[in-house]
């Protein structure tokens, strides 16, 4: 997606709704950072520790968003959030993390205070059950979303022999 008014206004629109979900599971503090010098931590903000980054874009570079997210992390734990084709609860969104910051979350039961950093600890087979159910319903989304372009590229004539304008 190239940038201007509509993209922005898109990006907004997933921080906006992300912020109220955080809001209402947890995060009273969740705030959009507004746009400035391209410095601050992330999209949203009032998550201890964590750099958010929203994308909602209909191309994903989930690697190129990845190592953005993590070059505005600082010391904050780098997330990226993905906002899939279709799916309007960020509830359901997707979070991108490395497997080895995963690993520091799972393995660390303290943060550098000593206070517990998982407010509702799970046992091993509790978080791998729940795992499971989130990679199902993401493969549920995904199949949704492919079911969803495939019918709009029948209903405008479109295929892969035709190119995609950038940005939609």
Same mark, same amino acid.
């Given at each position: 997606?190239?940038?201007?008014?509509?993209?922005?206004?898109?990006?907004?629109?997933?921080? $906006?709704?992300?912020?109220?979900? +955080?809001?209402?599971?947890?995060?009273?503090?969740?705030?959009?950072?507004?746009?400035?010098?391209?410095?601050?931590?992330?999209?949203?903000?009032?998550?201890?520790?964590?750099? +958010?980054? $929203?994308?909602?874009?209909?191309?994903?570079?989930?690697?190129?968003? +990845?190592?953005?997210?993590?070059?505005?992390?600082?010391?904050? +734990?780098?997330?990226?959030?993905?906002?899939?084709?279709?799916?309007?609860?960020?509830?359901?969104?997707?979070?991108?993390?490395?497997?080895?910051?995963?690993?520091?979350?799972?393995?660390?039961?303290?943060?550098?205070?000593?206070?517990?950093?998982?407010?509702?600890?799970?046992?091993?087979?509790?978080?791998?059950?729940?795992?499971?159910?989130?990679?199902?319903?993401?493969?549920?989304?995904?199949?949704?979303?492919?079911?969803?372009?495939?019918?709009?590229?029948?209903k405008f004539g479109l295929g892969d022999d035709h190119p995609h304008p950038e940005g939609q």
């Amino acid at each position: 997606m190239t940038g201007g008014a509509a993209p922005r206004r898109k990006g907004a629109r997933a921080e $906006v709704a992300l912020v109220r979900w +955080l809001r209402v599971n947890g995060w009273p503090d969740a705030r959009r950072y507004l746009a400035g010098d391209g410095r601050q931590p992330g999209d949203v903000d009032g998550v201890p520790g964590v750099c +958010l980054e $929203v994308k909602d874009q209909q191309r994903h570079d989930v690697a190129g968003w +990845l190592r953005q997210t993590e070059a505005e992390a600082g010391p904050n +734990l780098p997330v990226l959030v993905v906002r899939p084709r279709g799916v309007t609860d960020p509830g359901r969104w997707w979070a991108v993390l490395r497997v080895g910051a995963l690993a520091e979350l799972l393995t660390e039961p303290t943060n550098e205070t000593g206070e517990e950093n998982m407010t509702n600890p799970m046992s091993v087979e509790e978080y791998t059950a729940e795992m499971r159910r989130l990679i199902a319903e993401a493969r549920r989304d995904e199949a949704i979303a492919e079911a969803f372009a495939l019918e709009c590229a029948e209903k405008f004539g479109l295929g892969d022999d035709h190119p995609h304008p950038e940005g939609q």
